[in-house]
């Protein structure tokens, strides 16, 4: 793991400098529209953050952005549409180390991370499991009692193999020692509907994508994989709370294009998000879904994924990280 690590982040640090080396006049870019794409369905916590950066993004480049919803296999889809477009800044994607990393595996594919140039982070959105407020589960005690009396009943969904809510997932099962069915989907959008209508028990969850339904009163959450308190949900047991094993189990996500952009249109596009992010309306409606703000520049987005990658270093040393 050692050696992987290593190669990952040498590979990704020459990403960026080739990046560097590229010729591009940013006065004149964007020329033209520039689609983002949402490697996920649409209402999941992908979605909702893209759509509200997009439109301010537009605004200080001068060219609307164009939202493009493209699930599957854990995100690697909608990563291969970024691949297979011209490394011109004009595609964009939202990707978090998981994503880019972790899902390409699962899909028996190479990792895709040293073929991306950061651009920036978007947020770091607190996951959780939630389900419904029906539910037979009223505390975290009691779901991870049934997990560990019935190994394998009790059924859990994620938004897709190898993302950063499947690894919190393996993880749980791993230091507590139970067994959910674990259910994968194309995103949070689809599981969450079919929480909703009764398919599966539980869904492990970006806040941002649950907190609407929260908050209305349809789901309930039992347990947040964060080491810090969610401000809003304040009754909400972190891991540690529950009795469990801490670690972090949030989703830092942000900005990538293909490597060979040219830094300067890179530094462009980075201009572009971190004005998104920092639109007054845009600020407040994420952090009122609970997703930390983080506009970064593309050095501080790749010492994060170096702290995500190690988030997974046990996983893949035990073999665990594989469809299910």
Same mark, same amino acid.
Request: hydrophobic share 40%; proline share 8%.
């Given at each position: 793991?050692?050696?992987?690590?290593?190669?990952?982040?040498?590979?990704? @640090?020459?990403?960026?400098?080739?990046?560097?080396?590229?010729?591009?006049?940013?006065?004149?870019?964007?020329?033209? $529209?520039?689609?983002?794409?949402?490697?996920?369905? *649409?209402?999941?916590?992908?979605?909702?953050?893209?759509?509200? +950066?997009?439109?301010?993004? &537009?605004?200080?480049?001068? $060219?609307?952005?164009?939202?493009? !919803?493209?699930?599957?296999?854990?995100?690697?889809?909608?990563?291969?549409?970024?691949?297979?477009?011209?490394?011109?800044?004009?595609?964009? +994607?939202?990707?978090?180390?998981?994503?880019?990393y972790v899902a390409p595996l699962f899909a028996g594919k190479q990792p895709m991370l040293p073929m991306m140039a950061p651009v920036s982070i978007l947020t770091t959105a607190p996951t959780l499991i939630v389900t419904r407020s029906d539910s037979r589960f009223t505390s975290a005690a009691k779901l991870l009692e049934e997990a560990k009396a019935k190994p394998g009943t009790v059924?859990?969904?994620?938004?897709?193999?190898?993302?950063? !809510?499947?690894?919190?997932?393996?993880?749980?099962?791993?230091?507590?020692?139970?067994?959910? !069915?674990?259910?994968?989907?194309?995103?949070?959008?689809?599981?969450?509907?079919?929480?909703?209508?009764?398919?599966?028990?539980?869904?492990?969850? $970006?806040?941002?994508?649950?907190?609407?339904?929260? $908050?209305? &009163?349809?789901?309930? *959450?039992?347990?947040?994989? &964060?080491?810090?308190?969610?401000?809003?949900?304040?009754? +909400?047991?972190?891991?540690?709370?529950?009795?469990?094993?801490?670690?972090?189990?949030?989703?830092?996500?942000?900005?990538?294009?293909?490597?060979?952009?040219?830094?300067?249109?890179?530094?462009?596009?980075? %201009?572009?998000?971190?004005?998104?992010?920092?639109? %007054?309306?845009?600020?407040?409606?994420?952090? %009122?879904?609970?997703?930390? +703000?983080?506009?970064?520049?593309? @050095?501080?987005?790749? %010492?994060?994924?170096?702290?995500?990658?190690? !988030?997974?270093?046990?996983?893949?040393?035990? &073999?665990?990280?594989?469809?299910?």
């Amino acid at each position: 793991m050692n050696m992987q690590r290593r190669d990952l982040f040498t590979a990704l @640090g020459a990403t960026m400098a080739a990046a560097g080396l590229g010729s591009a006049r940013a006065d004149t870019f964007p020329a033209k $529209q520039i689609r983002w794409v949402i490697p996920f369905a *649409p209402a999941g916590n992908y979605d909702v953050t893209s759509r509200l +950066v997009a439109e301010p993004m &537009g605004k200080t480049l001068g $060219q609307s952005v164009l939202i493009d !919803n493209r699930p599957g296999a854990g995100g690697v889809v909608g990563m291969e549409v970024v691949l297979n477009a011209p490394a011109d800044g004009y595609t964009i +994607v939202m990707a978090s180390f998981t994503v880019a990393y972790v899902a390409p595996l699962f899909a028996g594919k190479q990792p895709m991370l040293p073929m991306m140039a950061p651009v920036s982070i978007l947020t770091t959105a607190p996951t959780l499991i939630v389900t419904r407020s029906d539910s037979r589960f009223t505390s975290a005690a009691k779901l991870l009692e049934e997990a560990k009396a019935k190994p394998g009943t009790v059924t859990m969904g994620h938004s897709g193999n190898g993302t950063t !809510n499947h690894v919190a997932i393996l993880r749980l099962q791993l230091n507590e020692n139970v067994k959910f !069915n674990v259910i994968p989907y194309k995103g949070s959008g689809p599981g969450i509907n079919d929480l909703l209508g009764g398919t599966i028990d539980c869904f492990a969850d $970006q806040l941002t994508s649950s907190m609407p339904h929260i $908050q209305s &009163g349809k789901l309930r *959450p039992l347990l947040n994989f &964060g080491l810090g308190k969610i401000p809003d949900l304040p009754d +909400v047991p972190t891991l540690k709370e529950a009795g469990c094993t801490p670690f972090e189990g949030g989703t830092t996500a942000g900005v990538f294009v293909r490597a060979e952009t040219p830094r300067p249109i890179i530094d462009r596009l980075n %201009e572009g998000v971190v004005a998104g992010l920092k639109d %007054e309306n845009t600020a407040r409606r994420l952090r %009122e879904l609970g997703a930390i +703000v983080r506009p970064s520049t593309p @050095g501080q987005f790749t %010492e994060a994924l170096k702290a995500d990658e190690a !988030n997974v270093a046990e996983l893949l040393q035990k &073999g665990l990280l594989k469809p299910e």
